[in-house]
């Protein structure tokens, strides 16, 4: 069965630094991997996706995150953090066949601090 | 364009008592899922419906049901309400055009509290 896994509930950083959201993810066949993002009060909003392209993939608001199949990661980041980036974050992986199942991590939620 | 649009945004059941959630998703698209998110967890695959037809359900009880309209809309049922339905009800519609890869539009949720 497919899984994911997101290391570390609360990541905490200051404006302007790195960010580094964990994701590891299990499957037994290639998978395509998410990362959404849930502001307060809202729904879940696509940031970046992985469908077996590139493995480096781009996404909005400055964000990438790179597929790595030797550590079944699939790790968020950011190079500079804005305080608008404080929300939670879901990683999720979907089977590659006809169906709209995801699979979502427990989620990471990302404060920024001036 | 209007996006996922859910109705009620909030409200509060007793335990016992049955509920309906609705959603309408974009338009021109023709699947749904529904998703149970509890509070401090990620969201929890409930059903999706494609075409009015049910075509693929989660680890949930048979106190949820779900079914799509002719216009693609949705209800999602839930029988004899349990403190732990407490969540927030997530809808989410697929473009046609996305071939398999399971990227989701979502609304914003509907809020279900049980006391």
């Known amino acids: 069965a497919q899984s994911v896994t997101q290391l570390g509930s609360h990541v905490s950083v200051s404006e302007g630094a790195l960010v580094l959201l964990r994701c590891n993810y299990s499957s037994s066949v290639p998978p395509y991997l998410f990362w959404y993002v849930q502001y307060p009060n809202q729904g879940l909003q696509l940031l970046l996706k992985y469908t077996s392209a590139a493995t480096l993939v781009k996404g909005i608001n400055g964000f990438e995150a790179e597929f790595k199949k030797s550590e079944t990661s699939f790790h968020l980041t950011k190079p500079s953090a804005h305080m608008s980036d404080a929300a939670e974050y879901f990683c999720a992986v979907s089977p590659s066949g006809g169906y709209n199942k995801l699979i979502f991590g427990a989620g990471t939620r990302l404060a920024v601090h001036p | 364009d209007a996006g996922v649009t859910q109705s009620p945004t909030h409200l509060i059941k007793t335990r016992g008592q049955h509920v309906t959630l609705r959603c309408s998703p974009i338009s021109g698209h023709k699947s749904v899922s529904w998703y149970q998110q509890v509070l401090g967890q990620g969201p929890q695959f409930i059903f999706q419906y494609y075409e009015k037809e049910e075509r693929g359900r989660g680890n949930f009880p048979d106190r949820f049901s779900a079914r799509q309209f002719p216009n693609y809309s949705s209800e999602l049922n839930v029988n004899a309400l349990l403190l732990g339905d407490s969540a927030l009800y997530l809808c989410?519609?697929?473009?046609?055009?996305?071939?398999?890869?399971?990227?989701?539009?979502f609304g914003e949720g509907s809020r279900l509290t049980v006391l």
């Open positions: 989410a519609s697929k473009p046609p055009t996305d071939q398999n890869t399971g990227e989701l539009f």
